[in-house]
């Protein structure tokens, strides 16, 4: 199993409508998860972070972690056309190097989403 | 405050070749790391840097190579270039050891031929 996987996409929905991401993570992925938002040829932007159990809202962003069934969504709010881009799903996978311990990102492989007028 | 910087933006390089990223971190920020990030793909991990001091490491061989300067600045070299090292090379910046809220630069386009 993929540390962390995503819903392969494409995914097309119209404007103004509830687009949902869902990423699901192995048991080498800590518990703190990131989404990013990437534009084509541009670099990732972090929109929303989650740490706990449960919901997170942040305008029309809700990333929701289920960690009993190792999920991670994103729900998108009345999608507009800028939102069209593809969407990072990041977990903190730990490691060691000379006896200190490390965080690292490990990344989904993106959903691209794409909002139509 | 001044994002993170990356250079040059793009760059072709033939194979067998050796290349040089530069990456200027974020102001505030001791942690650097890079990703790569083939066409269609999530980034991959590559190294973090810690006040100077390699910090992990992701599988990618020791052709691989970094710095982190005093300023905290840092360096991704890669040697006897792959036509696979094509790919978007990501630079990130954070505050503290393992930092893993990541601020990225806009990337070097890294094509081999």
């Known amino acids: 199993q993929k540390e962390v996987e995503q819903n392969s996409g494409p995914l097309s929905v119209p404007e103004g409508a509830i687009a949902s991401l869902n990423c699901t993570y192995s048991?080498?992925?800590?518990?703190?998860f990131f989404w990013y938002r990437q534009y084509s040829g541009k670099s990732p932007e972090l929109i929303m972070s989650i740490y706990s159990n449960g919901d997170k809202e942040d305008g029309r962003f809700t990333a929701q972690l289920n960690k009993a069934s190792q999920y991670v969504s994103l729900l998108i709010r009345d999608s507009q056309p800028s939102d069209s881009a593809t969407y990072l799903c990041a977990g903190v996978t730990r490691g060691s190097a000379g006896g200190t311990s490390y965080g690292k990102l490990t990344f989904g492989q993106g959903t691209i989403l794409t909002v139509h007028p | 405050e001044t994002g993170v910087t990356q250079s040059p933006t793009h760059l072709i390089k033939t194979r067998g070749q050796q290349v040089t990223l530069r990456c200027s971190s974020q102001?505030?920020?001791?942690?650097v790391s890079w990703y790569q990030q083939a066409l269609g793909q999530g980034p991959q991990f590559i190294f973090q840097?810690?006040?100077?001091?390699?910090?992990g490491r992701g599988n990618f061989p020791p052709r691989f190579s970094g710095l982190q300067f005093p300023n905290y600045s840092s360096e991704l070299n890669v040697n006897a270039l792959e036509l696979d090292d094509s790919a978007l090379y990501l630079c990130?910046?954070?505050?503290?050891?393992?930092?893993?809220?990541?601020?990225f630069g806009a990337g070097s386009r890294l094509t081999v031929l």
């Open positions: 840097y810690y006040r100077e001091e390699e910090n």
């Open positions: 102001s505030g920020h001791n942690t």
């Open positions: 990130a910046s954070g505050r503290g050891r393992g930092a893993n809220v990541l601020t």
């Open positions: 048991d080498r992925v800590s518990q703190s």
